[in-house]
C-alpha cells in the first residue's frame, strides 16, 4: 500500500518497489530504505551531485563522511584495502551492524564527496532485506547515512523519515521497525589495535575476539568517520541524563525501576533499549512537554552505544 506525505511516496517493500527506488538511484535521486540499523537515505556512491543530494536534503555538515553500503565482502575489496584484520572482522560480522574504515583503492570509483575528502572509506555490508534487495537491483555501492535531517533522531520507522525529510525526497520504502535501533559500530584497525570510531551493535569485546587484537575507542577529536559530531541526535529540547524520576515539565524516558512516559525496557533489556531508543527521543520531541529526561542507563555492551547516543543529544 502507498501514500504520500508532502509530495514523498511510501511504498511498502516488494519488488516493484525496489525497480522503483532502483530507478530513481540511476537517476540521481536518493531514496529511503531500511537496513538492521535505522533507515537510510540511500544515492549512489559513485555520482556526486546524487551524494550532494543526501547532504542537501539532511543539512548535513560536509566533512562528516557517509557510510557505503555494498553487498559483499568481495565488493567492498574493490572499494577499500583489507588487511588481515579488516578481513576477519568482515567475515566474522557481515552482513551486520559493523562499519569498516579502510583505506581507499587506488581506482576506488565512490565520489569523493562521499568519503569527505578523506583517503578513507567508511564501508558497510547491511544484513537487511531491502537494503540488499536495493544493492542487487541498482547495481550501485549505495552511500547511505541515516534518514533524518542532519543532527536530529535517527529514524527507525519509516514515519519518522516523514517527520524530517517528507518533501524533500521522491520515495521511502517502509519494511516496519528496524531491528537494532542504533546505528553501526564503526571500527578502524590501526597500530595494531581495534579503533572504535562509533560505539554501536557489535561491541569491543566481539570486535577484539574477532581480530586478535585489543579494541579501544578512539582519542582525539579529529572527524574520521560518520557519527562523531559532538552534538547529534538532537531532539531540540533539553536533554537530562542519569535521572533517577522525573519533573512535571519533563518527558520521562524510562529504564528499569525507573518508570516514565516512555520506557526503554521495563526489564531492564539493553537490547530492548537499543531498539526502542530513538523512537522514545521522537515522542519526547513531539510531546507538549518543554523538557525531556531520561532515566540511568548501565554502561556496558549495548549500553556504551545508547549513553554515546543520548550524550551527543543532550549537547
Known amino acids: 500500500m502507498a501514500h504520500a506525505s508532502k509530495h514523498t511516496l511510501v511504498r511498502a517493500f516488494d519488488s516493484a518497489s525496489i525497480a522503483e527506488a532502483a530507478a530513481l538511484i540511476a537517476g540521481g535521486q536518493p531514496v529511503a530504505v531500511p537496513t538492521e540499523t535505522v533507515y537510510g537515505l540511500a544515492a549512489d556512491a559513485r555520482n556526486a551531485e546524487a551524494v550532494a543530494r543526501i547532504y542537501a536534503a539532511k543539512g548535513r555538515p560536509d566533512f562528516n563522511p557517509l557510510i557505503v553500503h555494498v553487498p559483499t565482502l568481495g565488493v567492498a575489496e574493490t572499494l577499500g584495502a583489507f588487511g588481515a584484520a579488516e578481513r576477519a572482522l568482515a567475515t566474522r560480522f557481515w552482513p551486520g551492524p559493523l562499519t569498516l574504515v579502510v583505506p581507499r583503492t587506488p581506482g576506488c570509483p565512490v565520489a569523493s564527496i562521499a568519503t569527505a575528502g578523506l583517503d578513507t572509506i567508511a564501508l558497510r555490508v547491511p544484513g537487511h532485506r ?135 525496557s521495563a526489564t531492564g533489556d539493553l537490547t530492548e533499549a537499543a531498539a526502542r531508543l530513538f523512537d522514545a527521543l521522537h515522542a519526547g520531541a513531539a510531546s507538549a512537554k518543554a523538557k525531556i529526561a531520561v532515566a540511568m542507563i548501565p554502561g556496558e555492551g549495548l549500553g556504551a552505544a545508547i549513553n554515546d547516543r543520548l550524550a551527543r543529544a543532550a549537547v
Not at 533539553?238 to 512535571?248: C, H, I, K, M, T
Open 130 to 264: 531491502a537494503m540488499q534487495a536495493l544493492l542487487a537491483e541498482s547495481g550501485a555501492p549505495l552511500a547511505a547515512p541515516s534518514a533524518n535531517a542532519s543532527g536530529r533522531v535517527s529514524p527507525t520507522k519509516a514515519e519518522h523519515v516523514l517527520a524530517s525529510l517528507g518533501g524533500r525526497i521522491a520515495l521511502v520504502i517502509d519494511d516496519g521497525p528496524t531491528t537494532a535501533g542504533v546505528e553501526s559500530t564503526i571500527a578502524r584497525v590501526r597500530d595494531g589495535a581495534v579503533e572504535i570510531l562509533r560505539p554501536g551493535p557489535v561491541t569491543a569485546d566481539m570486535l577484539a575476539e574477532a581480530a586478535g587484537l585489543p579494541a579501544a575507542g578512539v582519542k582525539g577529536s579529529e572527524v574520521v568517520a560518520p557519527g562523531m559530531l559532538a552534538s547529534h541526535y538532537a531532539p531540540g529540547k533539553p536533554v537530562r541524563l542519569g535521572a533517577a524520576g522525573f519533573a512535571d515539565d519533563e518527558y520521562g524516558i524510562g529504564f528499569g525501576a525507573v518508570a516514565g512516559d516512555y520506557d526503554l
